[in-house]
C-alpha cells in the first residue's frame, strides 16, 4: 500500500492495523535465515535509494528552517550521507544478532509425560510515534522484522518527506522476499496519532520517541502498555578523587557530542576539594566549544558565568548549555541526582573504586556510568545493532531497548490426557518439578 494513500485516514486505522497483525502473525512463523535475508533487501533497497532519500531530509530540513523548528529537533531530523550508511550499517548489524524467537526460557517435566516449556515469542503489533528522528524509521523497522512483529510508525509532520522515502524504499526490499511489506506501515497525518493510541484491540504496545510533553500525551492518551522516557536529565559528578584531564574529556564528550541526544549531560555537580582545580580548566575546553555555563552560587565564585536557577537542575536542554553545582559531598551529589534526575543515565568521574562503587549501587537510574561518557547509553554501542527506544521505567526492559524489549513468551504445556484431578486431594499424585 503506498505510504501516501488516502486510506491511511484515521477512519482506516483499524483496517490497517488488523492487516498489519496478519503479516506479523505470517512474519513471526517464518525461519531466522527468511528474515534475515529481508534486513539485508532492505538494506539494499535504502542503499539504492540513498539520493532519494537524502534529497527528501533535504527538503524537510528547509522547511523546518522556515517554519523556525527548534535547534535541538533540528539536528534530531538533519539524516546526512554518514547517518544514513550508519543507520543501514545497523541494520545489517540486527540480521547478525541471534534470533530471539522461540528462545527456550524454561523446560521442565512437571510429572512424567507432562512437559512445561516457556517460549520467547514476538509481542505482535508496535506503534512507534515520534518526533523528527527520520533514522528511527530504519532502526525500528530491522528490530520489528528481526523479532517477528508488525509496526505502525508515525512520524512527525516536519519528517514527512523523510519518512515516506524510507518506508518505500523498505517496502520495496520487502517485496523481494516472501515477507509482506504490510508488516511497516506508515501513518502521516496529526490525526492518526490519536486514532492510534485508541487501537487497544489490535497495538500489542506503543513506543512515544520525543519531548517531555510528548510523551506523557501520549501516556495520558492510550490504554495501550507505553513503553518509553519522558526527559533526559543526565548528570557527571566530579569526585575529589577524580582525575582531571580524564574528567574533562568525559564531561566535554557528554555534553557537545551531540548536545540533542536524550544521554547527553544536562547538569556538571563537582566535590567542593577539586572545584577550583577542576572548573578553572574545564570552562575552557568548555567554552572552546560554544557551551553556555550557568553555576550555582559558589561556582560563580570560581567561574564568570550566569547564575543557575532552580528551574536549570530540572530542565533539559537539549543544547550546548550546562548547569554547574558544587557539593560538599558524595551523599550530596547522589542526593542531588536522584531529586532531578530522569532516571536515564548518569555518570561518575573518580579513582576511587569504592567511592564509584557506592554511587553505582545508589544512583536510581536506567545506566550508572564510572569514568566513561553517558553518550555510551545507546543500543548500537551496547551491541543490540539498535535501538526502539530508551525506557527509564522500573520494570523490564529498562535503558536502550533492543531486540529482548521487543519479545514477551508464552507457557507451552504438552501432556498425555493429565488431568488436575490426580494431583488434588489427600491422595495426590506429586508433581516432580524437574527442569530438564
Sequence with gaps: MPTSSPATAASSLPAIAQQTRDSARN??????????????????????????????????????????????????????????KGAIAGIRDVAK??????????????????????????????????????????????????????????????????????????????????????????????EETLALLKLDQYVDLIIPRGSNSFVRFVQDNTRIPVLGHAEGICHLYVDKAADVQKAIAIAVDAKTQYPAACNAIETLLVHQAIASEFLLEAVVALQLRNVELRGDDRTLDILNITTATEADWSTEYSDLILAIKIVDTLDEAIAHINTYGSRHTEAIATENAETAATFMAQVDAAGVFHNCSTRFADGFRYGFGAEVGISTQKMPPRGPVGLDGLVTYKYQLVGNGQIVATYAGTNAKPFTHRDL
Design 27 to 84: 512474519l513471526a512463523t517464518q525461519p531466522t535465515a527468511v528474515r534475515d535475508q529481508a534486513l539485508e533487501s532492505i538494506a539494499q533497497a535504502l542503499e539504492a535509494a540513498s539520493a532519494d532519500i537524502l534529497a527528501a531530509n533535504q527538503a524537510d530540513c528547509e522547511a523546518a528552517t522556515a517554519a523556525g523548528l527548534s535547534a535541538a529537533l533540528f539536528a534530531r531530523l538533519k539524516l546526512d550521507e554518514t547517518k544514513l
Design 97 to 190: 544478532l541471534p534470533d530471539p524467537i522461540g528462545a527456550v526460557q524454561l523446560h521442565r517435566e512437571l510429572d512424567q509425560g507432562l512437559v512445561l516449556t516457556r517460549l520467547a515469542c514476538p509481542l505482535g503489533v508496535v506503534g512507534v510515534i515520534f518526533e523528527a528522528r527520520p533514522d528511527a524509521v530504519m532502526q525500528i523497522a530491522s528490530l520489528a522484522i528481526k523479532s517477528g512483529n508488525g509496526v505502525i510508525l508515525k512520524g512527525g509532520q516536519e519528517a514527512v518527506r523523510s519518512c515516506e522515502a524510507l518506508v518505500a524504499a523498505i517496502h520495496r526490499g520487502l517485496a523481494q522476499t516472501d515477507i509482506a511489506p504490510t508488516v511497516v506501515q506508515l501513518l502521516t497525518t496529526r
